[in-house]
């Protein structure tokens, strides 16, 4: 079984200012893992996702996550954030290989005030 | 342009009807899921197909009904069964049949509203 932990439920941040949402994981198996972004309303967008290799991967809008198996932790971050940033976050894992589902984090609200 | 369509965007429906959510993808993806989103809960996976004429349960299955009689089409029937039905429920479709690390595309979703 696996699960994700999103350790923040909102992230108030000015903009411009850099931000840190954070995610950690735990699972018995290799894991993939994925960050969503969801604007009010609408379905997910993909943002990122580690599949294997680097250990830093870059995304879509000038995000980038850094996967780090000995805290099992995924977080994403932005050095400089904008107004239209403000939407929900959501990390997800699923197994290594084979079939596996996606498992979804609790989300994380992320609030760019000007 | 391929996507996802989930039609309506907003339903409202009295308690103990049924009601069915539509799902098409123009994507030609073999994979398809459904999701259901509450405040502050995440995505939870209600069923997944991962090719036609078959389905399997996800986490909260209970009171929801899926088929799959075409690789493009996935509806979702929520029952008079399901206790809570109010919810934005979220499709999702992937290439392969549900392989690990491919990406899921998502339609904008429905919010059910039961009065």
């Known amino acids: 079984a696996q699960s994700v932990t999103q350790l923040d439920s909102q992230v108030p941040v000015f903009e411009e200012a850099p931000v840190e949402l954070r995610c950690n994981y735990s699972?018995?198996?290799?894991?993939?893992l994925f960050w969503y972004v969801q604007y009010p309303n609408q379905g997910l967008q993909l943002l990122l996702k580690y599949l294997s290799g680097s250990t830093l991967v870059k995304g879509i809008n000038g995000f980038e996550a850094e996967f780090n198996k000995s805290q099992t932790s995924f977080h994403l971050r932005k050095p400089s954030v904008h107004i239209s940033d403000t939407a929900e976050y959501f990390c997800a894992v699923s197994g290594g290989s084979g079939y596996s589902t996606l498992t979804f984090g609790k989300g994380t609200m992320l609030l760019v005030s000007p | 342009d391929g996507g996802i369509t989930q039609s309506p965007k907003y339903l409202f429906r009295k308690e103990g009807q049924n009601v069915t959510l539509s799902c098409e993808q123009n994507l030609n993806h073999d994979a398809m899921y459904w999701y259901r989103q509450d405040p502050g809960q995440g995505l939870r996976l209600i069923y997944y197909s991962q090719i036609v004429n078959d389905f399997q349960k996800g986490d909260i299955a209970e009171g929801y009904s899926v088929s799959r009689e075409k690789k493009e089409s996935f509806p979702l029937t929520v029952t008079s069964a399901q206790k809570n039905p109010t919810a934005f429920y979220l499709c999702?479709?992937?290439?392969?049949?549900?392989?690990?690390?491919?990406?899921?595309?998502f339609g904008p979703g429905t919010r059910l509203t039961v009065l």
């Open positions: 699972s018995s198996v290799s894991v993939y």
């Open positions: 999702a479709s992937s290439i392969r049949s549900g392989r690990a690390g491919d990406t899921q595309y």
